[in-house]
């Protein structure tokens, strides 16, 4: 008997051991998948440049959107959304790992400085000074020169609010750094929103007068990356005005009206319906490459265009501090990039809605200027707004 009632004791142990193992395990599991729709950064290893170790930052929102963010170039490497359905896809261009962005870019995602888009002849004057700057767009200065704030690391630093999660990045450009004036302090700061809000605030202060144009550059397609063209893509741009261009892309001073022209979006359009009309300003940069003169009213975030792809409901509102804003149809794009998951980018396989000042506003005296000087600070703010139509 003291046998059985031992057996039976170490039985019963047993049963509440293993009871109390399974509930626990159970707490464990039920509490993993209550992270399930919280906000949420995380860090990987994403690989080498400049011989440095670089790193990949994922931005996850409650209802599932991811961004994701390296500190090279501070470049938006991913944009995981869903569509009418709920099927999510990547809609942003770009690398699996950083060498490829090392390698070849068009600037995919990136943070573009000192001064987007293009200044004439490589050169301007300020206080009476002429700076010369690199040629690396025919021509005339490109994104900020060879090494432009896309190629270089920035210092990161993840953050996480109740209801936002962001990456603050950070650099200090060197006077004298491809040739601009000023040692120049700037922080982005990228925050993902419960929204589906893409929030990209750019700051910069200077010890010298320079100037400054930050703007984003990430190509999207709403179909997913690599799966297709954008020609069926809708655009409304807010904008009865556009700068007209040379045949190298540099303003030619002129703000012209959109009306009875290729260039009209101030209603939704197909972007493919006129893009290879027989019309100049297209024929010069084979698509759209332009900036358009937002219609602004006051000062703060302005809403400046929305693109929508019927077949998936995904759609795209963006906002903008700035006064005008770059349509770039993906014309140079031509199969020879190898993007993520091994997809070729075609011909038109991207947009970019670059919200800017006006190119080449240093050689334009009747363009908003973006003059920085010391004591002064530099701020332009962006939203993305990633929503679907049913």
């Known amino acids: 008997m003291k046998i059985i009632k031992a057996y039976r004791i170490i039985f019963c142990t047993a049963v509440i051991l293993t009871g109390l193992v ?5 707490g464990r599991f039920y509490k993993d998948k209550g992270k399930a729709g919280q906000m949420d950064i995380n860090k990987e290893a994403f690989g080498k440049a400049d011989g440095k170790e670089v790193s990949l930052y994922t931005l996850t929102n409650k209802n599932g959107m991811q961004v994701k963010i390296t500190n090279y170039g501070g470049i938006v490497v991913s944009i995981i959304v869903p569509d009418r359905n709920g099927e999510m896809a990547d809609v942003a261009l770009g690398y699996d790992s950083v060498e490829g962005y090392v390698a070849v870019t068009p600037y995919f995602g990136a943070i573009i400085g000192r001064y987007g888009n293009r200044i004439g002849n490589a050169k301007f004057t300020l206080e009476g000074k002429e700076y010369t700057l690199a040629k690396n767009d025919g021509p005339n200065n490109l994104h900020g020169g060879v090494k432009g704030f896309d190629k270089v690391i920035w210092n990161a630093k993840p953050v996480k609010e109740k209801d936002t999660v962001g990456l603050i990045l950070t650099y200090l450009s060197k006077d004298g750094e491809e040739g601009f004036p000023g040692n120049l302090d700037v922080k982005v700061v990228y925050t993902l929103t419960n929204k589906n809000e893409l929030k990209i605030e750019n700051t910069a202060t200077t010890d010298k007068t320079t100037i400054v144009n930050l703007t984003h550059h990430s190509y999207f397609n709403l179909k997913g990356h690599g799966n297709g063209d954008i020609t069926d893509h809708v655009l409304v741009l807010n904008a009865d005005n556009f700068t007209p261009t040379d045949n190298t892309a540099i303003p030619t001073g002129e703000i012209a009206s959109v009306k009875g022209t290729p260039m009209d979006f101030t209603k939704p359009t197909v972007i493919g319906e006129r893009i290879d009309d027989d019309y100049e300003q297209l024929k010069f940069a084979g698509g759209y490459d332009h900036n358009w003169v ?3 009213k006051g000062k703060g975030l302005q809403y400046m265009a929305k693109v929508s792809e019927p077949g998936t409901g995904r759609a795209i509102e963006v906002y903008s501090t700035a006064p005008g804003v770059q349509f770039y149809s993906g014309n140079f794009l031509d199969g020879t990039i190898t993007g993520k998951d091994g997809k070729v980018y ?45």
Do not use: A
């Not at 399974?22 to 159970?26: R, V």
């Not at 010391?374 to 049913?390: A, L, Q, R």
């Open 346 to 390: 075609n011909k038109r396989f991207g947009l970019c809605l670059e919200p800017q000042n006006y190119p080449d506003t240093p050689n334009k005296p009747n363009f908003p200027q973006c003059t920085l000087k010391p004591g002064e600070t530099y701020k332009h703010d962006i939203v993305y707004k990633f929503t679907v139509e049913k």
């Open 22 to 26: 399974l509930c626990s395990g159970m």
């Open 294 to 296: 937002i219609n602004r």
